[in-house]
């Protein structure tokens, strides 16, 4: 099929609100290590063809105003870049559109097709985390050799799959049960894809894709015309936590590009933007999240399986909370283990990491880690809507890959192959439209995405098991879903004619803290289950404290006000990393200061997901800090 190109009258009957611009957190100057600091202006680049320019735009400088007058540094324009296509994020879906466009860029003989990547993270892979169990076929097809033994620069931490276990857990008791056909991990392999993301970018650059790490995106541009997505730009930095600006600040970049690429992962802040804006999920149910916990422990030998895969259902999780947990043998006696909570849980004094404690207490796992060492944690929320919850995945200018637009297979609990496919199909399709339209002034509308989207394996396989995440919300809770998954997994494996629905958005599902039971968790150990900080210690998790607060909440008293009576500090509770409290102070109208220790954050997403007025928005702070999560 031909690339298909809008035209600017079709862009604009595609959407009839007119160009917004979103501005997200300032923030001050960002460090991240000598090995990566690669300044923009100062990095070589090939010479561009004829007719076609490649520098920056820089504005001239202006002076300082005299002490009377007000001048804000703040209103300088902003240099610019102009590349072909500019991806936002460096996990696995935007790598590997990165590197897909490369080959093909390369191989048309094309060296100087340009492709850049901005990573919010200080290293590439600092902020993923995951289980993780990867079906290998869409590495396979990407690149062909990545575990082959002749390959000098093959990915050699990838441990295979040898045998699967399925357990329901009650307090002291683990029973077997069958897994259902999609959670058969023959040919998988355990990896950590913070290692794996890293790998893929050592990939992506030997064939010519420039990553600038530490460069956080915080604002979608768009065409003054017509509207359509124009590029992306990043922070300012050098601003102080009261908005001004400190004698370090410096203006922020623009990356103006043909077809931008948004690969944010869950929830990412700019494609919560380009949604809003076109209206991307008006045929799609509301999306429905999980917060997945991770830790990574060294074990003893005699507790080490290597290659085994166990996935427990039911405690320490009540019967109205969907979730489960999971135990991965890899590497050299490594262990990974965790906790997915669903985030439409009633109950605001649940804590998915108090639950996460008391898992680890359970004898099937405490038996693999006794006696042995806890060297990572992380925390993230997924997507976990399914088939009904895609939304609309391109617009004019630009498209959404991976999981920010939602490719997870949760009864598979795997998405890692479906980012980097969604990745590489939107690559092929960009490629097309751009060498058929040479026009730099045109917009370019992805219509081949979303054909090979529908085409696709993703598209096949999330058909086929659309309705058992949104079966657990039949009256029958956690056993209804078990049942009628079962039915779905070995009967009628996704061809029924009817599509459930999911139940409603997530932060509306809780309850107000006296409609519901006081949850109590008990004392930490120290030994198998930590206290919040020690975990967040773990992460490597880092922010300069004296810039704009990116947990944004307009008014802190005024939440605190309709928040607690109503909650009671479900925020402290849903946060993985400690980040929000309420404080005891008698001077407040209701007994208690609500406080944001954004130092803590580690970028998880769930405060921007779960919050019951949805008034807490997540904004990038500055590039190159947040966690530096290891083997996650």
Not at 109 to 121: Q, S
Request: hydrophobic content about 35%.
């Amino acid at each position: 099929m031909s690339a298909k190109l809008s035209t600017l009258p079709a862009v604009r009957n595609f959407f009839a609100a007119p160009a917004t611009q979103y501005l997200g957190a300032l923030r001050p100057h960002t460090w991240f290590p000598p090995a990566r600091r690669r300044f923009l202006s100062q990095r070589p680049r090939r010479a561009p063809p004829p007719a076609t320019t490649r520098s920056f735009t820089a504005s001239p400088l202006r002076k300082f105003a005299d002490v009377d007058d007000s001048f804000d540094p703040r209103q300088q324009d902003r240099e610019s870049d102009q590349v072909d296509v500019c991806i936002v994020g460096g996990g696995p879906a935007g790598l590997s559109a990165a590197i897909r466009l490369k080959q093909i860029a390369n191989d048309a003989g094309n060296a100087d097709f340009r492709v850049l990547l901005l990573e919010k993270a200080g290293e590439l892979g600092d902020h993923i985390v995951s289980g993780n169990v990867i079906e290998p076929s869409a590495v396979n097809e990407l690149l062909p050799d990545w575990n082959s033994a002749d390959n000098p620069v093959r990915f050699d931490n990838a441990t295979p799959a040898t045998h699967d276990k399925m357990r329901f857990l009650t307090k002291n008791s683990s029973i077997p049960i069958p897994a259902p056909p999609q959670m058969n991990n023959h040919g998988n392999y355990i990896i950590s894809l913070n290692q794996f993301s890293k790998w893929l970018g050592e990939r992506a650059e030997e064939l010519g894709v420039e990553i600038y790490p530490g460069f956080a995106a915080n604002e979608v541009l768009y065409k003054p015309d017509d509207g359509s997505v124009m590029g992306v730009a990043t922070n300012d930095q050098g601003v102080a936590r009261d908005g001004t600006a400190k004698p370090s600040y410096e203006r922020g970049m623009e990356f103006h590009a043909r077809i931008s690429l948004f690969a944010e992962g869950c929830h990412g802040s700019l494609t919560k933007q380009v949604i809003r804006k076109f209206d991307l999920r008006r045929d799609s149910q509301p999306q429905t999240y999980g917060l997945g916990l991770k830790e990574v422990w060294e074990v003893k030998p005699e507790n080490f399986r290597k290659g085994e895969v166990v996935h427990s259902m039911g405690y320490p999780l009540p019967s109205d909370t969907y979730g489960g947990g999971w135990i991965y043998h890899f590497g050299d006696k490594l262990v990974s283990l965790g906790l997915v909570v669903g985030l439409d849980y009633p109950n605001p004094w649940l804590s998915p990491y108090g639950e996460f404690q008391k898992l680890k207490h359970h004898p099937l796992y405490k038996s693999v880690i006794e006696g042995g060492k806890c060297i990572s944690y992380g925390a993230r929320a997924l997507n976990e809507g399914g088939f009904q919850s895609i939304p609309k995945c391109a617009f004019p200018g630009g498209a959404l890959i991976g999981d920010t637009a939602g490719f997870l297979n949760v009864p598979k609990i795997k998405g890692t192959h479906t980012a980097m496919r969604s990745g590489m199909l939107a690559a092929k399709a960009t490629w097309d439209a751009l060498s058929e339209n040479k026009d730099p002034e045109s917009t370019i509308f992805l219509y081949d995405y979303e054909d090979a989207l529908r085409q696709s394996t993703i598209w096949k396989e999330l058909k086929e098991v659309r309705n058992m995440r949104p079966s657990f919300h039949s009256p029958l809770g956690l056993y209804g879903g078990i049942l009628y998954s079962g039915l779905e997994a070995y009967l009628f494996r996704g061809k029924t004619p009817w599509t459930l629905k999911h139940k409603g958005k997530d932060h509306e599902a809780t309850m107000h803290a006296d409609k519901m039971p006081k949850i109590e968790y008990g004392k930490n150990d120290g030994e198998v289950s930590f206290d919040i900080l020690t975990s967040v210690s773990r992460t490597g998790t880092n922010h300069e404290e004296d810039q704009p607060v990116h947990l944004q909440v307009a008014d802190w008293e005024e939440h605190a006000r309709e928040m607690w009576p109503r909650y009671k500090g479900v925020e402290n509770r849903f946060c993985p990393a400690g980040v929000y409290e309420y404080v005891e102070d008698g001077r407040k109208d209701v007994g208690v200061r609500f406080q944001i220790n954004a130092q803590n954050c580690i970028h998880c997403k769930t405060c921007d997901i779960k919050a019951p007025a949805q008034d807490i928005n997540w904004q990038t702070p500055q590039g190159g800090e947040g966690p530096k999560y290891t083997m996650t």
